[in-house]
C-alpha cells in the first residue's frame, strides 16, 4: 500500500521594517516568536532578493522601497524520496526612485534575482513575480 507523503506549507512577509511569518489566515508571528528553519529559509531568500535588488538600483543611482512574500511547499521529492522544497514562489513589491521602466526595469531585475545566492543555491528555482509601481511586470 503506497503511503501519501505529507504536504507542508510555509508563507514569510518582509516588509520594510520586519519579517514575519504565517499559516494559512492565522495571523502574522513576528520574527523569533516559533519560526522554524523552513520559515527562515523563506525569509533569508526575500532579504537576500531584496538587498540585492537595493544593490542594483544603487548602481543606477535609484533608490528601492520594496516589501516581498513567499510561499514554499515541502514535501517528499520524486527523485530522491527527500523532503525538501519543491515550489517557491516569492512576490516582491517595489517602488523605485526615479521610476524605471522597459528594457531597462527588466534588467534590473533579472541582476536582482541572479545577484541573490540564497536563491541562486536552491534546488528548486524560485519562482519571482515583480510589482513595480502597482503594475506587475512580465
Known amino acids: 500500500m503506497a503511503t501519501t507523503a505529507k504536504r507542508l506549507e510555509y508563507r514569510v512577509h518582509v516588509d520594510r521594517e520586519k519579517a514575519a511569518f504565517t499559516d494559512g489566515d492565522a495571523p502574522a508571528i513576528a520574527a523569533g ?3 522554524s528553519s523552513e520559515h527562515l529559509v523563506l525569509a533569508g531568500l526575500c532579504k537576500c532578493t531584496l538587498t540585492s535588488l537595493a544593490y542594483q538600483a544603487k ?18 521529492r520524486e527523485e530522491d524520496g527527500r523532503y525538501a522544497f519543491v515550489e517557491i514562489d516569492v512576490e516582491l513589491d517595489v517602488v523605485l526612485d526615479p521610476p524605471l521602466a522597459g528594457e531597462e526595469l527588466r534588467t534590473l ?17 524560485p519562482t519571482y513575480r515583480w510589482i513595480v509601481e502597482g503594475e506587475e511586470i512580465r
Open 59 to 76: 548602481r543606477l543611482s535609484l533608490t528601492s522601497t520594496a516589501e516581498a512574500r513567499a510561499h514554499g511547499v515541502v514535501t517528499r
Open 33 to 35: 516568536e516559533g519560526w
Open 109 to 125: 531585475i533579472g541582476k536582482a534575482e541572479w545577484g541573490c545566492f540564497v536563491g541562486a543555491s536552491l534546488t528548486v528555482p
